[in-house]
């Protein structure tokens, strides 16, 4: 059997963090919220959907421990000015440019210290 595409990805988060979850990744980085189905929504966290349908499962894991290395991809338009927008509020971005041809790109990290990489193709 092969894999078609990837559905979500889960990146982990502490309990009770919902509103700084939906500040960041709606606010700043303009993700639609899901909502959770029922039998999901108890367990704390956020679903956020991008374009194409793309998911990020924040969920609640106890006791927290923040990516540091594990991360997911995001394709992104308009790479410069998620930049902007993200060191203005005060998120430090790692350009690595010359690592992965055929690709912009960067390394931030979401409020909860999980490292996030963005891209944009070049072609």
């Not at 500040?23 to 919220?33: D, I, N, V």
């Not at 440019?97 to 944009?120: I, K, M, T, V, Y």
């Given at each position: 059997?092969?894999i ?17 979850l939906?500040s ?8 639609a ?12 966290g956020?679903w ?6 793309i ?9 927290f ?17 998620l930049?902007?927008?993200l ?7 790692t ?7 055929g ?17 944009e193709?070049?072609?």
């Amino acid at each position: 059997m092969l894999i078609r595409m990837i559905h979500h990805v889960q990146i982990a988060c502490p309990r009770g963090t919902e509103d700084v979850l939906r500040s960041f990744y709606s606010g700043l980085l303009g993700l639609a919220e899901k909502p959770k189905p029922a039998a999901l929504a108890g367990r704390g966290g956020c679903w956020f959907v991008g374009h194409d349908g793309i998911e990020l499962h924040l969920g609640v894991e106890e006791p927290f421990v923040p990516a540091r290395k594990a991360h997911p991809g995001l394709i992104w338009r308009d790479l410069d000015s998620l930049a902007a927008r993200l060191t203005a509020v005060g998120h430090e971005v790692t350009w690595a440019n010359d690592e992965l041809p055929g690709f912009r790109r960067f390394h931030a990290f979401d409020p909860h210290g999980n490292r996030l990489e963005f891209l944009e193709p070049t072609a």
